[in-house]
């Protein structure tokens, strides 16, 4: 009988390695779930990536926290300027903080939703923003129901829960405020989007949209002149992806003349263009790059991520 020479630490291996697939391909199926198609009212295809509960909850107390601290330091300027004025000036005093305290928990979600990045601090440091749920621009009227909902939604019922009376009917309050606070606040987890109420009012999803950057434009230092006279088709830039990319930065930063020139053939052949009349081989590399990042990063937008030659999805 043939003896199995195997070792049962190659047998570990392999099962180690069939380990991690398979948490691979979970994980895979995860994210997938999270993609949803959408078409803009203009005809183009996104792919957006829906955040989860667990992002927006953990983005709404980064804002939170400094809605806080940034009110209990208006609270302590104004107490300071007006301290010195007796009684009169803490009346004052409490007037004005009222008021900032109020614009503040108003329109603090709403002056950075309705900016151009669509997101609070909070939001931007996990790598999320606001979108339309339609494709199309968000609009102010979008971002006030969205956020004037939050009011209902959170800090009615915590205003209530946080009631210094203490007779029976104020304890029905605070069961009833609890209740409310524990349906809106879980409620997306609920629905396959993750949309809050107030979303679903305004027509609005979270998605995730981290900041994707590529290395840094090599040919936005010291352009050659004749690299601006090249035109390149879509279908020429698809080619190839962000990994290429990088590669053909490397070799327009290290290599030399002869391995340029080796790579520009490399590319001609591939994306089938033949070499023009006194076409220098480095200005056709430089404006090839430049193209192509500026491709990669359109397709960046619109929720495509082409990592190499070898990525057909395109989905971020």
Known sequence: MARDRRSPASGDSRREALRRRELRLKEQARQAKRIRPLVTPEGAALNLKIATASERAGAFLLDFAILLITMLACLFTVSSMFSSMGYQGWQMAVSISTVLIFLLRNFYFVAFEIGRKAATPGKRALGLRV??????????????????????????????????????????????????????????????????????????????????????????????????????????????????????????????????????????????????????????????????????????????????????????
């Open 131 to 316: 979108a339309a749920r339609n494709g199309g621009r968000l609009t102010a009227n979008a971002v006030l129901a969205r956020n004037f909902m939050r009011e209902l939604e959170v800090f009615l019922p915590l205003s209530l829960l946080f009631m210094t009376a203490e007779d029976e009917v104020s304890a029905w309050i605070r069961i009833l405020a609890l209740l409310w606070s524990a349906v809106f606040v879980l409620f997306p987890l609920f629905n396959r989007d993750k949309l809050r109420v107030g979303d679903l009012i305004a027509g609005t999803i979270v998605i995730h949209a981290p900041r994707t950057r590529l290395k840094q434009d090599i040919t936005s230092a010291a352009p050659l002149p004749s690299a601006n006279g090249y035109a390149f088709t879509e279908a020429e830039l698809d080619t190839y992806g962000i990994h290429e990319l990088h590669v053909l930065e490397d070799v327009l930063r290290q290599s030399t003349a002869e391995i340029k020139t080796r790579v520009a053939e490399r590319i001609r052949e591939k994306i089938g263009r033949e070499k023009g009349t006194d076409e220098s081989d480095l200005a056709f590399l430089e404006a090839y790059y430049a193209a192509l990042r500026a491709r990669l990063e359109q397709r960046m937008l619109f929720g495509e991520r082409k990592t190499d030659k070898f990525d057909t999805g395109g989905k971020g």
